[in-house]
């Protein structure tokens, strides 16, 4: 552990390094340059000082992707604080039982969040801030409060020639301590707080940094869309470009696919991470319309045009995501066969990776020239994976994987951690996989999720779903067990049922069709005996995951 570089460092390094350029956008807002940046975590540090934060202690921030959430991040990291994102869609409950438990002495809200909070639901909280300005909504601690009041004047005092590169001396930290205490989203009830050391934050950028920034430009740009407090979007979206130079922009704001689009255009970013469902979307509803005519079918089935046609093809979807990325990056989820394999056959450079909340989160990656259909790529350095099975090739079993990447515990849950980690360390992940000899990862579902035929045999209803998703009219499904039968809930593409004109009862139809279709494919102990019409879409955790609990 004594040759692991402070995180902490890495921080402080970027932005002595970069101080003049362009640092953190709000799209379409404002702009901190990388001293801008070092500026607002001093100023915060004044405060905690003043309102008596030990290190160690805990501090919470809400709200939506913003360049404040990532200030507010990184200067409780170098203050030697301990951070607890908490994921801005959870309602006031949810928000209250976070605080409380983590037991947080400050909160950072943004706009939208502060009206989901009721202060008195969080009595030991000393003070709450401001996403966007960093004022004070509600303070308990008066040393804090004249701070707030007097910020400049003390700033001035502390530093009357300026505040330069030099005067950058921030708390540094030890591999093993805690830095973050972060709520998994969770859809089996109250979600457990996974501790996480620097070492785990070090690791991950780390290798982004060797195996990913190797191929991107000096001063790239990126797009953050997933939710920074979820650890996929705070590692590979926030915490690996700003430790790297880059110029982030944050979409602070509800992430529709129009949306997303615009900002794709106009940022051209050098690499997309996104989860499937937002590149499906976009694939489905903007691209596979413009391709699925009977000449584009026509031409790629004539082998002297075909390749041309590819080309024009995957321009196409490389434009739709800015035309600059190096590769796209799926992560959360697999994605559906029928999209991967699109992206494939016209050689886009899309991969997969793969990981938990409880590795922060990276298990396995394979950069797109080494990616192979249908896994999730290979593990990644500092990381020991393995597959508990008898024969790891061919028959599937429960993924594991020990070091640095792997949290401390669950946060006041010993009997959690010791089910999730083995005394020989090593984290048991709860997925199902087999694993190619050389190493890549074949993820079958979830184990909590796989159903038990009526004679015994395994079914796994990610693997039915992927297919059924591809069906016409099918936008989400899920495969739930009613006594022995399977049963397929269906919430189906309601705007183009509607644009076709479609009644209820056409609906039903299509779908009769499609389960029909579907069991002429399926083994006999998986095949679907009767579908229901959903007329909602799936409720979903932040990373767009459906909460399977409610619907069993």
Known sequence: MNDIPSFNSYIEKTIKDNWLLDALTDYKGTTLQYHDVARKIEKLHIMLEAAGIQKGDRIAVCGRNSAHWAVAFLATLTYGAVIVPILHEFNGEQIHNIVNHSESRLLFVGDYVVKTITPEEMPHLEGIFNLPDFSLLTCRNDAL??????LNELF??????????????WYEGTPEEMCMINYTSGTTGFSKGVMLPYRALWSNVDFCQRFLGNHMPKFSRTL??????H????AIEFLFPFCSGYHLFFLNRLPSPAIIAEAFKEICPDVVVAVPLIIEKIIRKRVFPKIQSNVFKILLQMPVVSKKVKERICQEVYAAFGGRAYEVIVGGAPLNQEVEA????????????????ECAPLISFSDYHDFVPSSCGCPVANMEVKILSPDPQHVEGEIVCRGLNVMLGY?????ATRKAIDEEGWYHTGDLATMSTDGHIFIR????????????????????????????LVSESLIVQRGNKLVALVHPDMEESKQ??????????????????LNAGLPVYSKLQAFELQEEEFMKTPKRSIKRYLYK
Do not use: C, W
């Open 224 to 229: 953050s869309i997933l939710p920074m407090a």
């Open 445 to 472: 579902g979830r184990l909590k999720n796989m159903l038990l035929g009526a004679n015994g045999q395994n079914v796994y209803p990610e693997e039915i779903e992927d297919k059924l998703n591809s069906m016409p």
């Open 231 to 234: 650890m996929y979007g705070m």
């Open 145 to 150: 409060m004249h701070a707030r009041e007097h």
């Open 411 to 415: 946060y006041k849950n010993e009997k």
């Open 500 to 517: 076709m004109g479609f009644t209820q009862e056409d609906l039903e139809n299509v779908m009769e069709q499609n389960r029909q279709e």
């Open 342 to 357: 699109f992206l494939k056959s016209i050689d886009f450079p899309i991969t997969v990776g793969y990981g938990t909340t």
């Open 156 to 169: 001035g005092h502390k530093y009357p020639n300026a505040y330069r590169k030099e005067d950058l001396q």
